[in-house]
C-alpha cells in the first residue's frame, strides 16, 4: 500500500549549488545528507511539508545519475512514493507483471528502496521506499 509521496529526485552536476538555492534561498531544512557508494551518488533531503526533495549529484559518470544527466541534464530524475513495507509492496509489483529496476530493495538514503522500470510507469522512474528511523 502506497502512503505518499516521500520525495521528489532532482539530478543536478553540483550538490552544493544546488543546495544554495534550495537550502537558502527557499529556506528548505536539510533533513539527511550522505554518500551512498552502491549509487554513486551525493544524496541530500530537504524537507518540505510532508514530503521531500533529494538532490542527486553523481560521484561517477556512469553511475546512473551521471548517465541521466550527460542524457538529459539537471532536472526531475525520479518520483519516490511511501510505503510500510517496500519487500511486500514489492512482492505485489512482481506478481503483477511489473517490469523492475531492483529485484529486491537495497538501502539508500530515503530508507529501504526500490526502483520500478520507467517502462513500467508510462516514462516515469519510480522510486518505492519505506523509511527506516
Request: net charge negative.
Amino acid at each position: 500500500m502506497i502512503d505518499k509521496i516521500h520525495h521528489i529526485g532532482i539530478a543536478v552536476h553540483s550538490l552544493d549549488d544546488a543546495l544554495t538555492f534550495y537550502r537558502d534561498t527557499l529556506g528548505l531544512d536539510v533533513h539527511a545528507q550522505d554518500t551512498v557508494e552502491d549509487q554513486g551518488v551525493k544524496a541530500a533531503l530537504l524537507t518540505i511539508g510532508q514530503s521531500e526533495i533529494e538532490l542527486l549529484e553523481p560521484t561517477r559518470p556512469d553511475s546512473a545519475v551521471g548517465r541521466f544527466l550527460e542524457r538529459k541534464g539537471e532536472g526531475l530524475h525520479h518520483i519516490c512514493f511511501q510505503t510500510p513495507n517496500v519487500d511486500a509492496e514489492l512482492d505485489a509489483l512482481k506478481q503483477k507483471g511489473v517490469e523492475l529496476v531492483d529485484q529486491k530493495p537495497r538501502r539508500g538514503l530515503a530508507g529501504m528502496i526500490c526502483f520500478l522500470h520507467p517502462k513500467a510507469s508510462k516514462g516515469v522512474l519510480v522510486e518505492i521506499a519505506t523509511p527506516i528511523d
